[in-house]
């Protein structure tokens, strides 16, 4: 049984930062990708940002140069810094780990609520 634990999530002012984090217990091989996606209410939920196992990092561009995920391999872990918050940032952030080669999978965090005032 593999789950995802996501923390650090809370409410920040603009301008702020917060550091996310989901890490994933249980027996689990090594995930291909590792991503953070968020839902703000009443909106579909997107992309934030993912890193491969090779490291390639994809991010959406409302982020771009204010996040930077990374990820820990032996503690089976992933990271968001998230700086210069802005109040369009606020939504449930989730984390999801994939395998794209046997055995397959796909796991997503229970979210955590990230919310930022003006």
């Known amino acids: 049984q593999v789950q995802l634990v996501e923390s650090g999530g809370g409410l920040v002012q603009a301008g702020g930062s917060l550091n996310l984090s989901c890490a994933a217990s249980?027996?689990?091989?090594?995930?291909?990708?590792m991503g953070w996606y968020r839902q703000a209410p009443g909106k579909q939920r997107d992309l934030v940002a993912t890193?491969?196992?090779?490291?390639?990092?994809n991010y959406a561009d409302s982020v771009k140069g204010r996040f930077t995920i990374s990820r820990d391999n032996a503690k089976n872990t992933v990271y968001l810094q998230m700086n210069s918050l802005k109040p369009e940032d606020t939504g449930v952030y989730y984390c999801?780990?994939?395998?794209?080669?046997?055995?397959?999978?796909?796991?997503w965090g229970q979210g955590t609520q990230v919310t930022v005032s003006s």
């Open positions: 890193i491969s196992s090779g490291s390639t990092i």
């Open positions: 999801k780990v994939e395998r794209y080669s046997p055995p397959r999978y796909a796991y």
């Open positions: 249980g027996t689990i091989f090594r995930a291909n990708a």
